[in-house]
């Protein structure tokens, strides 16, 4: 599973617990709102993704489509 914009950070560390530290370091409230809905800057949420989801091992080439 790739971590996602449409996720909340809530959701996030209920399922992985390794990445609470990147949410403090990138200063998101950890809230039941979706990433998208609580960073505007483009640049800011894809790199809180990409840190996110190296942090889990997570790509879209370990990602099947559909689920």
Not at 31 to 53: F, V, Y
């Amino acid at each position: 599973m790739v971590i996602q914009s449409n996720m909340s950070p809530k959701a996030i560390i209920e399922v992985w617990e390794i990445t609470a530290p990147i949410f403090l370091k990138f200063n998101v409230p950890l809230t039941e709102k979706s990433l998208e809905t609580i960073i505007e800057e483009a640049d800011t949420l894809t790199n809180l993704l990409t840190e996110l989801n190296t942090v889990v091992g997570s790509s879209s080439v370990t990602c099947i489509e559909g689920g």
